[in-house]
């Protein structure tokens, strides 16, 4: 989980990534934030997001992305 | 048969009374028979083009529906008899198979959609390098495109990826997937819906709602206004403008950014507002394709609001699938390893958004105007994201007057003229002289003649302009209302305010509506893409 804050907040660093639950839906994330945060994802949890996972509700909170994260390499 | 056309208001009319009168069950029959008399309506020979599309769409869903199905049922009757790397080598060998004929299935809907758009603009490329080299050139095929084949196409192709990906179920009655694809209201100009959205309410069928038709009547009423009365009037100074490119430079090519601006905006949202009203009427609710574009404060903020359906189509099909594809990351570690992580981790997703925006342009028509729009819209986005360190900080610096309102207003004008500006390439049509007439702006010193504009030289004497810019305050005043709460619930539960207002729209759309003599009802510029 801290290895994705620290991503994250290299991303966005004026936002508190921990309590915020509508990154997607709160236009906090775009498009582009998105693609490269999951670049870095892939690096760092050494998984492989395909696209049809992401989705807003995949990616609205740090808990939401874990889970994804954590489904995603057991399968 | 055009939305602005008394056939049109005919056919809407006894659609909507026959609608009503059927059984729910049998309502989609009645959709499907309309969307296909519209169509024919539409065009000669319009038909058999979507019914390639939709043909094909429907063997290649339900392959892999099936395929899908068949390797649910297999893994679970052999759960104890496979190990788990021969579970994973079978799925992995079922997948591969639903991804060729998924291939193949958008091969036929997206081959059909390039040969009938873009073989006279690959066939005027390939005579530009064979006159290079002194060769004779090909003939230029004459092809009429069919209306509104870029919408149906990408939504139907949307569908297909959606089924591959297992987020919806292929549909098993051909005509029951032909109402889909070809459902009339959106048929010739969006919003492009998704499969999951859309294709539940159309089959399930809608008891009469007096609110749901009042609410789309007066969806419908706005559209007409806003096409008729601002687009349309609007319409004949812009095509003085940019027939006599010679003659209106410097100062007019800003009135054209601006003229073209409130045009297109009217003239697009406005027919949505008839697609969507008209979709309302029936019980449909269609995706919203706007929200304010004109107060976004930055271009990506812009193509968040403007042509949504179209944008999160290119975001959802096209960009994240090619972000995330193998190739892409390897490019990625590759860069990142060559050339460092930050300026590594950047290339991939800005390669993939250049193609995205290249082929965003490319949908929009088949001609270097548009993909130098796209690409140009890409530049901006990339610069100003590269630029992003450098807003924040003057954000922290200034907080006070990046907080207030009047800076706001500076950010939403600055992007609405950045965005006109790249857009004239529409109007021009041609890449070099955009750029030309873009560059009178500042060499070209006749801003003395703005006088002689409201005497009549566009074409429009000083009370077309009147009606244009009240037309105008009232658009911006009503979506600034609807932004807080939708005006048509404001005026449910008054009658009389209701039928007074509903009144006088109508009477403006009848009285300062551009007809007559020197006026036609313009064709939707949307419905040539």
């Not at chain 2, 020979?45 to 899908?68: C, K, M, V």
């Not at chain 2, 706005?222 to 027939?243: M, P, Q, S, T």
């Amino acid at each position: 989980m801290k290895a994705l804050i620290k991503i994250l907040n290299e991303l966005h660093p004026e936002v508190n990534f921990e309590a915020e639950t509508a990154l997607v839906d709160g236009g906090i994330l775009d498009s582009l934030d998105i693609v490269t945060l999951i670049t870095e994802i892939n690096q760092e949890y050494d998984v492989s997001i395909p696209a049809q996972e992401i989705t807003p509700e995949n990616f609205n909170s740090v808990g939401a992305i874990m889970r994804l994260i954590k489904k995603i390499d057991e399968a | 048969m055009l939305f602005t056309s008394y056939e049109f208001l005919l056919f809407a009319g006894m659609l909507l009374v026959l609608y009503y009168t059927l059984p729910k069950k049998t309502q989609w029959m009645l959709l499907t028979l309309a969307s296909y008399i519209f169509y024919d309506l539409s065009g000669p020979g319009y038909l058999i083009f979507i019914l390639i599309t939709t043909t094909s769409a429907y063997l290649t869903a339900l392959f892999i529906d099936r395929n899908t199905e068949t390797e649910v049922r297999f893994l679970e009757a052999n759960r104890d008899k496979l190990t788990k790397d021969q579970r994973k080598k079978y799925r992995e060998g079922q997948k591969k198979r639903r991804f060729f004929v998924l291939i193949a299935g958008l091969v036929v809907g997206f081959g059909l959609l390039a040969v009938m758009k873009y073989t006279a603009f690959a066939v005027t490329n390939i005579n530009f390098v064979l006159h290079k080299f002194g060769a004779e050139g090909l003939n230029i095929p004459n092809i009429l495109l069919p209306l509104g084949i870029s919408f149906y196409t990408f939504q139907t192709m949307g569908y297909l990826i959606d089924v591959y990906r297992g987020t919806v179920r292929a549909e098993r009655n051909p005509a029951k997937l032909a109402l889909f694809v070809s459902f009339f209201p959106q048929l010739i100009q969006g919003p492009i819906s998704r499969f999951g959205d859309l294709h539940g309410q159309l089959i399930s069928g809608h008891d009469f709602d007096s609110k749901n038709l009042v609410r789309g009547l007066w969806r419908m009423l706005w559209g007409y206004f806003k096409k008729l009365v601002i687009a349309d009037r609007i319409l004949v100074a812009v095509n003085e403008l940019i027939d006599k490119p010679a003659e209106y430079r410097g100062v007019y090519v800003v009135l054209l950014i601006l003229f073209y601006s409130i045009q297109i905006y009217a003239d697009f949202t406005g027919g949505i507002d008839i697609t969507i009203g008209l979709a309302e009427a029936l019980g449909i609710r269609l995706a919203e394709n706007f929200n304010r574009p004109f107060s976004s404060k930055s271009t990506k903020e812009y193509w968040r609001r403007w042509h949504i359906t179209m944008g999160t189509w290119f975001t959802d099909y096209v960009f994240y699938p090619l972000s995330v594809s193998r190739p892409m990351q390897r490019l990625s570690k590759f860069c990142r390893r060559k050339l460092g992580n930050s300026l590594g981790k950047r290339i991939p997703v800005y390669l993939a958004s250049i193609i995205t925006w290249f082929l965003t342009g490319l949908w929009h028509g088949a001609g270097w105007n548009f993909i130098v729009w796209g690409l140009l819209n890409c530049l901006v986005i990339l610069v100003s994201q590269e630029l992003q360190p450098l807003y924040d900080g003057f954000h922290k610096a200034a907080p006070r007057l990046t907080a207030s309102r009047g800076y706001s207003a500076f950010m939403a004008a600055r992007t609405f003229w950045l965005m006109g500006a790249i857009r004239i390439l529409d109007c021009y049509r041609n890449v070099p002289l955009t750029f030309r007439m873009f560059g009178s702006i500042f060499t070209t010193p006749n801003w003395g003649e703005l006088a002689g504009v409201a005497t009549g030289a566009l074409g429009l004497g000083i009370h077309d302009y009147v009606v244009v810019l009240s037309g105008c305050l009232l658009v911006w005043a009503v979506s600034r209302l609807n932004g807080k709460k939708d005006i048509r619930e404001r005026l449910r539960g008054r009658p009389v305010a209701s039928f007074a207002a509903f009144s006088l729209l109508f009477l403006s759309v009848v009285v300062f509506g551009a007809y007559g003599f020197g006026y036609d009802a313009k064709q939707f510029i949307y419905n040539q893409f």
